[in-house]
């Protein structure tokens, strides 16, 4: 289990301050009601990978919450990149947050002040075993309930949840079904299949539409690979002959096996198995390729 690796600084409403000074009030809105957005991104040798894409959501989330963000979208780029500068980030993970202050107890006050910080830690390369999905317990949380394409904290209770209950039961991680019984998206990332040669994933209807997922889409169509993109039940996955998941921190990683238990009374093999994936090794070695060439900086 890995700590944080504190860096030195972080970038708190327009200033660097040291690591360990970066503290909030305990009544702090977004601590009560999770009345936040924020922003997962890579670095890669020193260089922030789809930084603009990045950013351009964070904002895009942040109007969705009505969270008036006091800086434009170019002063949080250069803030990220200046943040790498600082404390000499190289392999990291960088999280933008836009959160609510602690004026005020009430759900709404014009009282409510917007605060911006990102921060940014070394992390350690991904590890590359082939994962154990099993169908998660709880539905992802509709389109009609939160924008779903909003990366709020609000949306993460299901995810946390999902993820706990799958490792519980021996799984690493857990596909959603959508609220109309399609498969969506796991907790941090979004999920591919394989059937001969096409990549078949969800439509983003009812999942974010990850920048890791458009990156897929790139590299498919370099390489003269078939998206679909349709709507997918469970009965379908017994079909497939790959799976992958994609996301900004897990990157590309295999799916080894999906376990149906959460669906028993569907009528649905216990388990599927994937052993030769082809396809998704390409896909990875692609995306690492272009990790490495493609971060902007
Ligand atoms: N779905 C969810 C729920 C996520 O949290 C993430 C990670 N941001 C993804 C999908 C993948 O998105 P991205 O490729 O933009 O990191």
Known sequence: MNAINKADYLWKNGQFIPWDHANVHLMTHSLHYASSVFEGIRVYNGKIFKLEQHIKRFFASAEQLMLKIDYTPLEIINMCKELVSINKLSNAYIRPLAWMG????????????????????????????????????????????????????????????????????????????????????????????????????????????????QTIFDIAKKLDIIVVEQHITPKLLLKYQECFITGTAVEVKEVRSINFTALKDQNIATEKLYNNNLITKIVQKNYRNLVNEQSSF
């Open 102 to 213: 602690a004026e005020s107890s009430k759900l709404l006050s014009p009282l409510l002040s917007t605060n911006v910080m990102i921060s940014g830690w070394e992390i350690d390369t991904p590890k590359s075993q082939p994962l154990n999905l099993c169908i998660a317990k709880w539905i992802n949380i509709p389109p009609q309930s939160i924008p779903i394409q909003c990366k709020t904290g609000g949306r993460y209770t299901t995810m946390i949840i999902n993820k706990a209950e799958s490792i519980k039961q021996g799984f690493d991680d857990a596909i959603l079904l959508d609220w109309r019984g399609y498969i969506s998206e796991c907790t941090t990332s979004n999920i591919f299949f394989v059937l001969d040669n096409t990549i078949v994933t969800p439509i983003a209807d009812a999942c974010l539409n990850g920048i890791t997922r």
